[in-house]
Antibody, heavy 115, light 112 residues
Framework: EVQLVESGGGLVQPGRSLKLSCLAS????????MNWIRQAPGKGLEWVAS????????YYADTVKGRFTISRDNAKNTLYLQMTSLRSEDTALYYC????????WGQGVMVTVSS | DVVMTQTPVSMSVSLGGQVSISCRSS???????????LSWYIQKPSQSPQLLIYKVSNRFSGISDRFSGSGSGTDFTLKISRVEPDDLGVYYCGQGTQYPLTFGSGTKLEIK
């Protein structure tokens, strides 16, 4: 059974940093591209970033480019999202999701940016 | 960026009925490799989204054949037949043809 468990969220002040993790199990993590998608409270889905299986290809939404960094450790079956210079508009539930079609999603981790 | 426009915003359907949700993209979703990367997702209340359909018409593993996807180019449709109580939620279309990846704003399905 595919499982994705996000962690690392919380309340953070504007301008500060936070690092999210997504621990994967139930599939061969190193064979799949991975993604971060977020959902602001009461809003729709917004793609944040994607990384290929070997980290050769990385893409970001313009809203986070230069502030967020997606990475992965295939030995640890873990996906990361390093978030810096956080803004109030980054407040959202952050999901990790597998593959090109977002086949499987985690339960999400909440990030609240507020003073 | 590719803008995904979903209609309607919300709809109500009787159990056993059929619904169609439209998704239009501002640009063709045909990739250079010939594939069309249009997917459909459902987000049930208080749950994470889950994949229903990928590449326009392919049902994901375990998805009922009551769900069907169709379309081409810029116009796509999700049809749900014999609606069941578990079908309620918000449906999103999403494109994976070009970055940045984008989603429609969602269609809320309510059961009468």
């Amino acid at each position: 059974e595919v499982q994705l468990v996000e962690s690392g969220g919380g309340l953070v002040q504007p301008g500060r940093s936070l690092k999210l993790s997504c621990l994967a199990s139930g599939f061969t993590f190193s064979n799949y591209g991975m993604n971060w998608i977020r959902q602001a409270p009461g809003k729709g889905l917004e793609w944040v970033a994607s990384i290929s299986s070997s980290s050769s290809y990385i893409y970001y939404a313009d809203t986070v480019k230069g502030r967020f960094t997606i990475s992965r450790d295939n030995a640890k079956n873990t996906l990361y999202l390093q978030m810096t210079s956080l803004r109030s508009e980054d407040t959202a539930l952050y999901y990790c999701a597998t593959g090109s079609y977002f086949d499987y999603w985690g339960q999400g981790v909440m990030v609240t940016v507020s003073s | 960026d590719v803008v995904m426009t979903q209609t309607p915003v919300s709809m109500s359907v009787s159990l056993g009925g059929q619904v169609s949700i439209s998704c239009r993209s501002s640009q063709s979703l045909v990739h250079n490799n010939g594939n069309t990367y249009l997917s459909w997702y459902i987000q049930k209340p208080s749950q994470s989204p889950q994949l229903l359909i990928y590449k326009v018409s392919n049902r994901f593993s375990g998805i009922s054949d009551r769900f069907s996807g169709s379309g081409s180019g810029t116009d796509f449709t999700l049809k749900i037949s014999r609606v069941e109580p578990d079908d309620l939620g918000v449906y999103y279309c999403g494109q994976g043809t070009q970055y940045p990846l984008t989603f429609g704003s969602g269609t809320k399905l309510e059961i009468k």
